[in-house]
């Protein structure tokens, strides 16, 4: 299968850090894998409303929701790029994970049986030099893609405030450079036995 990256800028901010970071990540693809870069500060969703037991479900194909439902299925490869805002993901990065909950029943697709497989990637600037407090992070979004039984290649982590400081991480920069050539490995939960 040819590889499709879908990288999904979530950020209140557009050039910001964390997006300077996954474009220098991104420039290492080989030319012949796709790349689709959406916005979701331009294309927004709606909050996501729990209608699991209300209502009968249909498949998105209106507006932003069709848009990303689509773009999503499509993708082997999905990016999360998302600022570390309180510790975790950003608001736009949450609401799209939220309606996964919604997707998994979708008629004529199994959702948790297409992503099985493809693969979920990470990229974050923070001002912290302490990279842990990005854990929070790398846990939704991990867990995430080990619930779809989903592989997870990580999270590339960059230092940086103002806006182009990340690209004065030179070990950041570093790590971008090969961060997509590696194998990613099944996702697992912590407790799960190998």
């Given at each position: 299968?040819?590889?499709?990256?879908?990288?999904?800028l979530a950020s209140s901010r557009?050039?910001?850090?964390?997006?300077?970071?996954?474009?220098?990540?991104?420039?290492?693809?080989?030319?012949?894998?796709?790349?689709?870069?959406?916005?979701?500060?331009?294309?927004?969703?709606?909050?996501?409303?729990?209608?699991?037991?209300?209502?009968?479900?249909?498949?998105?194909?209106?507006?932003?929701?069709?848009?990303?439902?689509?773009?999503?299925?499509?993708?082997?490869?999905?990016?999360?790029?998302?600022?570390?805002?309180?510790?975790?993901?950003?608001?736009?990065?949450?609401?799209?994970?939220?309606?996964?909950?919604?997707?998994?029943?979708?008629?004529?697709?199994?959702?948790?049986?297409?992503?099985?497989?493809?693969?979920?990637?990470?990229?974050?600037?923070?001002?912290?030099?302490?990279?842990?407090?990005?854990?929070p992070l790398v846990g939704t979004?991990?867990?995430?893609?080990?619930?779809?039984?989903?592989?997870?290649?990580?999270?590339?982590?960059?230092?940086?405030?103002?806006?182009?400081?990340?690209?004065?991480?030179?070990?950041?920069?570093?790590?971008?450079?090969?961060?997509?050539?590696?194998?990613?490995?099944?996702?697992?939960?912590?407790?799960?036995?190998?």
């Amino acid at each position: 299968m040819t590889r499709r990256f879908l990288f999904l800028l979530a950020s209140s901010r557009s050039d910001g850090n964390t997006e300077l970071l996954a474009r220098r990540a991104a420039e290492q693809l080989p030319a012949d894998v796709e790349q689709r870069w959406i916005d979701l500060a331009e294309h927004p969703l709606p909050d996501f409303e729990d209608l699991r037991h209300d209502s009968d479900h249909v498949r998105p194909t209106d507006g932003n929701t069709g848009l990303l439902f689509d773009a999503t299925v499509a993708a082997t490869d999905i990016v999360i790029a998302s600022p570390l805002y309180w510790y975790s993901v950003s608001g736009q990065a949450k609401r799209y994970l939220d309606h996964w909950s919604g997707w998994l029943r979708t008629p004529g697709v199994d959702f948790k049986a297409t992503m099985a497989g493809r693969t979920l990637w990470g990229v974050t600037a923070l001002a912290h030099e302490e990279f842990e407090v990005a854990d929070p992070l790398v846990g939704t979004l991990n867990h995430s893609a080990a619930y779809l039984r989903m592989r997870f290649g990580g999270v590339l982590l960059g230092n940086g405030s103002k806006p182009g400081d990340v690209l004065r991480d030179t070990e950041a920069l570093a790590r971008a450079k090969t961060f997509f050539a590696r194998e990613a490995p099944l996702a697992r939960f912590p407790y799960e036995e190998v």
